[in-house]
């Protein structure tokens, strides 16, 4: 150990390392069950969540381990929180375009992150990445996190808070319901629109019941998404490492008994005859190295390199900021501010990218709640390597992930995108450059559910100022070609 991570050299010693590697496991754990829900808009259970619940698991491993061996720093990775809302919205609109089915989307998709990944894993040995950053707007980079942040908290508060309702509808004959035509439709009703903006409580609890959509279990999923928010950030406050880990368990155990007591549900009759091995054959059927090439033609070249500009730049910040940022609270930087190898820490977070499109999850990156993990001690490689060894055991977990209630998951989607806001106080609000840009995002993101969108909208916005405030000169060769390239988007493809 101390020849691999050079653990007296960094002040450190194994005990120390492995707390450390525990700690950052504890606090970002929830995205082995969360970012299966959040590809497959929670089909839990189905071939395709256990492909991306055992793909997150060993493309967040991958990365660890290169982190670990080849850059020897405490930093954890997973798919990003915010890339994989934005993936899930892509495979979407593939879905929407192509009249693919939703799988057959996914595999498409899985495409664009193999790009990015390749892309990354070039940029990173010719260490151009840092180059590029410096080129973006500094409004739009500070804006990207609360941007992200409001679109976490949307999703949190909004559609990942939902009870599903239906009607059968049909023509009656004869005071008879003709089965032949019978058709079921849903409808979707949400914690913040229905239960917060309805007038009175009956006037939510009348349109449930006409829907056939339980209000008991509206009210209950918004007293869990509470709780565990209010938990998560009083253990914060404290000091807990595990804060979210811990608040997620504390909702999950209030939803689970409120189903028992109150819906009369067994939230764990799933678990009655499940398997705990790993759902290999999931993996393999659904998403170990599934790249549909032909259905991503499909979309359009144009629509491609887009996207793969816009995860690149996404992850660029986030990766880029994150290790800077996190480095820099315990002095791993040099004098110029810089860190060291931080060249093999982008490759492993490069790495890590390209093993989560070939197993079947989004960009992988790295974590802020890396820092839990380096405020408990953790200084080199070996508290990235107990981490990457945790994620690989919890593929024995599925199906106890799978019984954890969405309500839990927005706790932590509310959590994270409230710690993201934070990112709007390195904003100079005196500084109308960086304001219009961000202020355009933050704004955008949440309402058109596209992080790549609203990007575009800040690199424009950012660029007009310039040019017609006769500053052009002050606008990058880049910039001028991304807010080209998304002026082409918005107003030229057909």
Request: proline share 3%; glycine share 10%.
């Amino acid at each position: 150990m101390e020849k691999i991570f050079k653990l007296k050299e960094n002040g450190t010693t194994v005990r120390t390392e492995i707390v450390a590697g525990l700690t950052t496991f504890m606090t970002m754990a929830y995205i082995i069950a969360l970012n299966p829900n959040l590809l497959t808009n929670f089909d839990v259970g189905s071939a395709l969540w256990n492909g991306v619940f055992m793909a997150t698991c060993i493309a967040s491993a991958i990365a660890m381990f290169c982190m670990a061996f080849l850059a020897n720093k405490p930093f954890a990775l997973a798919p990003g929180m915010g890339l994989n809302s934005f993936f899930a919205v892509v495979v979407a609109n593939i879905a929407g375009l192509t009249g693919m089915t939703y799988v057959a989307s996914f595999q498409a998709a899985l495409v664009i992150i193999l790009i990015e990944g390749v892309v990354f894993i070039v940029l990173s040995v010719l260490n151009v990445r840092e180059k590029i950053v410096d080129a973006i707007p500094l409004g739009v980079r500070l804006g990207i996190a609360p941007a992200i942040s409001l679109m976490l908290m949307n999703i949190g508060l909004g559609s990942n808070a939902g009870i599903m309702g239906g009607k059968v509808l049909g023509e009656v004959v004869d005071g008879q319901l003709v089965e032949e035509t019978i058709t079921y439709t849903s409808q979707p009703f949400y914690a913040m629109r229905d239960f917060f903006g309805a007038l009175t409580p009956n006037v939510i609890r009348d349109n449930m019941a006409a829907w056939n959509a339980d209000y008991n279990a509206l009210v209950l999923t918004v007293v869990t998404m509470f709780l565990g928010l209010f938990v998560m950030v009083i253990l914060s406050k404290h000091g807990v490492r595990a804060a979210v880990l811990l608040g997620m368990l504390a909702a999950s155990v209030v939803y689970w008994v409120g189903s028992f007591a109150f819906l009369q549900i067994n939230p764990f009759a799933s678990l009655a005859d499940a398997s705990f091995l790993p759902p290999v054959k999931d993996m393999v059927d659904t998403t170990l190295f599934k790249f549909n090439f032909a259905g991503l033609a499909d979309v359009g070249m144009f629509t491609v390199v887009t996207l793969v500009i816009t995860f690149c730049m996404i992850d660029m910040f986030d990766t880029i900021g994150t290790l800077v940022g996190t480095a820099s609270q315990v002095g791993m930087v040099d004098e110029n501010g810089g860190m060291p190898k931080m060249r093999e820490a982008l490759l492993s977070d490069a790495v890590g990218t390209v093993a989560g499109a070939c197993t079947g999850t989004s960009t992988v990156t790295t974590f802020i709640e890396s820092t839990a993990g380096v405020e408990a001690g953790g200084r080199t490689g070996l508290t990235a390597l107990t981490c990457g060894v945790l994620f690989l055991a919890c593929m024995f977990i599925a199906p106890v992930a799978a019984v954890i209630p969405a309500a839990a998951t927005s706790s932590a989607l509310i959590y994270v995108g409230v710690l993201m806001f934070k990112g709007l106080s390195k904003i100079d609000f005196n500084d109308i450059d960086q304001v219009l840009p961000a202020a355009l995002m933050v704004i955008g993101m949440p309402i058109s559910g596209s992080i790549g969108h609203a990007i575009g909208i800040g690199m424009i916005a950012y660029t007009v100022l310039k040019v017609f405030t006769g500053r052009a000169k002050e606008v990058s060769v880049l910039t001028y070609v991304i807010s080209a390239l998304f002026l082409v988007k918005f107003f030229l493809i057909v």
